[in-house]
């Protein structure tokens, strides 16, 4: 069955480093991957959406790569603020088969200490 | 910049009761979905919405459920005879054309008694 694993359920940095959070997947062929924030209570904010053709994709501080070999997905914030403490989503798409429903990991918090 | 709505924001309702969850998706998108999150767990895929139509369901979207655009701006989510375990965020989301990015509203978070 598919399966989605973001590396950890939480990470703990210090302001001004790099973040970096893992998205891995299994029996899955993704279209393309998307990254979400989610902060407690809310609904969850695209981010950055790296197609299975791109291999880095950048906006801003954030980065993301994605490598369909490995099946593997990272995502960085560089310069990391505490207004970045929240939890961070990967989401695959498939719409190579006509489906638009997102499957997403059950995402990595992140809480960023001044 | 245009934003996904929800109403409510919470619902408290017994067990066996039917709820309609409502959504204004941005206006010029074409595809529309409804997700849960159960307290803890991961976004869970419910339904999709084209064309008046459900394009694609989850296993999870069964006959206790259903969709409906009644009008050209809302998106409602009914669930018929509420279970304990309906109890989730339920959020509702809209993509444009090629249907990649979905953009989230706030959710309604749902408690059944």
């Known amino acids: 069955s598919q399966k989605i694993e973001q590396n950890s359920e939480a990470l703990n940095i210090q302001e001004g480093k790099t973040a970096t959070l893992t998205c891995n997947y299994t029996n899955y062929s993704p279209a393309y991957l998307q990254w979400y924030r989610q902060d407690p209570g809310r609904g969850p904010v695209f981010l950055l959406l790296?197609?299975?053709?791109?291999k880095e994709k950048r906006k801003e501080r954030l980065k993301v790569t994605f490598d369909t070999t490995l099946k593997q997905s990272l995502f960085h914030i560089t310069a990391s603020q505490p207004a970045d403490s929240a939890t961070y989503l990967c989401?695959?798409?498939?719409?190579?088969?006509?489906?638009?429903?997102?499957?997403f990991g059950s995402g990595t918090r992140l809480q960023v200490q001044p | 910049e245009p934003e996904v709505t929800q109403t409510p924001s919470h619902q408290v309702t017994q067990m066996g009761q039917e709820v309609i969850l409502r959504c204004v998706p941005i206006?010029?998108?074409?595809?529309f979905y409804w997700y849960r999150q159960i307290l803890g767990q991961k976004v869970e895929f419910l339904v999709s919405f084209y064309n008046n139509e459900i394009s694609e369901k989850s296993e999870i979207f069964d006959d206790q459920f259903s969709v409906e655009r009644p009008d050209g701006s809302n998106f409602t989510l009914k669930i018929r005879s509420t279970k304990l375990e309906d109890s989730a965020m339920y959020f509702c989301?809209?993509?444009?054309?090629?249907?990649?990015?979905?953009?989230f509203g706030p959710g309604t978070r749902l408690l059944v008694l």
């Open positions: 790296i197609r299975e053709n791109e």
């Open positions: 989401a695959l798409g498939a719409m190579d088969t006509g489906r638009r429903a997102l499957t």
């Open positions: 206006s010029n998108h074409l595809y």
């Open positions: 989301a809209g993509s444009g054309a090629y249907g990649e990015t979905q953009y």
